[in-house]
């Protein structure tokens, strides 16, 4: 028993002597390695002090646990730096190795300033054994009081799916246009489903912490419904771990057929004389629009390393298992404006995780003499404040080159929404003066080629990641789209419901409609909506004509056309006849 107790007295003050240890960078050139889910990591100089010149020091961290990935939290970070180079610098591999100088996952380094700190910042592993290795390297002079950062550890995602109850399409009519969904057989292996995130195909979105809700529609349509659901593993995303599936479900409401030929409001006569009423009803189109998104403006503040992500979901809008081919390689489009281009890495990812680097820290894209920046007049103050945006695609094939001459212009081009003086030159080292230079908003090509998306899905969430990866200058990205050829997508939904019946009845004390007939002949593709491209809309026109009277008292009289399409939808059109008779004249002698 003894025995017992002493080996967990030993693992408890294990335990608590690992929770919270130090752990400091090794000096000159040593190594260390470590396995740990918790603590404090800092420069050699550990948390008050300094960081030693000449250092070329690595240290790796590797998680407790198989499977989770380790995560520091960077609280203090200043080593020194220029604007435009890294003197002191932290390099960072995604696993339990180092490479050579130049093959980094990321460097940090900064603030430029003295006496300052960079914005908090963290890095997780992406590596499959969870591990970062990270490589401090300083030069002989200037040392600064480094960094701390968190060590913990980050359970990655085991993604939960989303599912809708019911048919995959519900039609609805006019009258009732409050659809509701269930998502209870939404499913998390992982934790529980903390977050349902509607898109409900009308340009609306809303989340919701419970799997049933409803949602009223504008009016006539064909809407495409996409549900994505989180759990509450928040340790890689603090939103939760996203499905990377989406749920889709299309609702149809119902247009009104067009009563164009049928008899006026309004009909005038005389007694004594009857009218005719004219049934004439036609079938309507209505077709689900492209897709179409409104991304939120991102801020990019200055931030050594620092990423910032923005998504589009494209489930549901391609045929199940299409697959990125040569031809259907997409079109990119971003607003950007940011004061150091060579600063940033933009980077598309796809719903299955290829990427490819469209633009990758380029030193002087499209020219040799002066610094390239994005927009049409950049801000140059590192304040968070936009300058004027400009609009840039990125293609495959068939654009202009980052590197072309041509790409870049010295002239500056002010907006309405920024006020302050357009970047156009800054003082160097040595007395020099530093040239700005804007790339031009037009079509270039990827910097990297599109084949790496080849057997990527097209269903799903499309990323657009921009890291910062150097010290100074800020910008913002205030749009971005993503478009693919038309032959990709899958057939837009449409609907063009059929007209059962057409009938005339009286109101009140309208004289009785008579026996008539009614005629329906088929329509091709009437409208309003056009046609989805390789798509027959079949629809039908109702035609009816009842003579009634003849009207022997004055009055106002109703009648109406009541129409009903072949989903049990009603619809109707009322006409008013006025009867007048004249004054009965008296003959006296």
Not at 298 to 326: E, H, M, N, Q, R
Not at 350 to 361: C, H, I, L, N
Request: proline letters at 7%; a negative charge; hydrophobic letters at 30%.
């Amino acid at each position: 028993m003894v025995s017992c107790l002493t080996t967990l007295l030993v693992v408890y003050l294990f335990a608590a002597a690992s929770f919270g240890q130090t752990f400091q960078m090794p000096a000159g050139t040593g190594t260390a390695s470590h396995i740990t889910c918790s603590g404090t990591f800092t420069d050699n100089g550990g948390a008050t002090g300094n960081y030693s010149s000449s250092q070329n020091s690595t240290i790796t961290f590797c998680p407790a646990n198989p499977g989770d990935k380790i995560k520091l939290s960077f609280t203090v970070f200043d080593t020194e730096a220029t604007s435009t180079t890294c003197r002191d610098y932290l390099d960072v591999w995604y696993g339990s190795t180092a490479g050579a100088a130049g093959t980094e996952d990321s460097r940090f380094c900064g603030p430029s300033s003295a006496g300052g700190t960079l914005p908090a910042f963290s890095i997780v592993s992406t590596s499959p054994d969870g591990c970062l290795t990270l490589r401090f390297v300083s030069d002989a002079s200037i040392n600064r009081k480094g960094w701390e950062a968190t060590i913990s550890c980050v359970t990655p995602c085991n993604n939960p799916i989303a599912n809708l109850v019911g048919p995959s399409t519900i039609n609805f009519c006019q009258t009732n246009s409050t659809v509701s969904f269930d998502a209870s057989t939404s499913v998390s292996t992982q934790g529980t489903i903390s977050r349902y995130e509607w898109d409900w195909g009308d340009g609306t979105s809303n989340n919701t912490t419970t799997s049933n809700t409803s949602h009223t529609y504008p009016g006539p349509g064909v809407y495409q419904v996409r549900l994505a659901v989180r759990n509450n593993n928040f340790g890689t995303d603090t939103a939760g771990c996203r499905s990377t599936n989406a749920a889709t479900k299309y609702v149809k409401i119902m247009p009104t057929p067009d009563f164009t030929g049928t008899t006026g409001a309004s009909v005038n006569i005389n007694c004594n004389t009857t009218v005719t009423l004219n049934g004439n009803v036609t079938s309507q189109t209505k077709t689900q629009k492209p897709p179409a998104f409104t991304p939120s403006v991102v801020s990019l503040p200055d931030g050594t390393g620092s990423s910032y992500i923005t998504s589009l979901d494209f489930t549901g809008f391609f045929p199940v298992g299409a697959k990125v081919t040569a031809g259907c390689y997409p079109t990119l489009k971003f607003d950007l404006e940011h004061s150091w281009a060579r600063d940033l890495t933009i980077e598309l990812i796809s719903p299955t995780g290829q990427s490819v680097k469209v633009f990758d820290r380029l030193q002087n894209p499209g020219t040799v003499s002066g610094i390239a920046v994005f927009g049409t007049c950049v801000n140059n103050n590192d304040d968070e404040v936009p300058g004027c945006p400009a609009t840039y695609t990125v293609v495959s094939s068939g654009g202009v080159a980052w590197t072309d001459p041509t790409a870049v212009t010295t002239t500056p081009t002010p907006c309405a929404t920024f006020s302050g003086p357009c970047l156009t030159t800054s003082p160097g080292a040595s007395g020099s003066t530093i040239q700005f230079v804007y790339l031009k908003p037009q079509s270039y090509n990827s910097q990297n080629p599109f084949t790496a998306f080849n057997g990527a899905d097209l269903n799903g969430v499309w990323s657009l990641k921009i890291t910062d990866n150097r010290a100074v200058d800020d910008g913002v990205l205030t749009n971005w789209s993503l478009s693919f050829p038309a032959s990709c997508y899958g057939s837009l939904e449409t609907v063009t419901p059929k007209l059962s019946t057409a009938v005339w009845s009286a109101i009140g004390s309208a004289p009785a409609v008579p026996t008539y007939s009614t005629t329906s002949t088929p329509v091709t593709n009437p409208g309003p909506d056009a046609c989805p491209t390789g798509v027959t809309c079949t629809g039908n026109k109702l035609t009816n004509s009842v003579v009634i009277g003849p009207f022997t008292t004055q009055g106002n009289y109703t009648y109406t056309l009541n129409v009903t399409d072949e989903f049990g939808c009603s619809y109707k059109q009322d006409v008013n006849v006025n009867v007048s008779c004249p004054p009965t004249c008296i003959l006296t002698l």
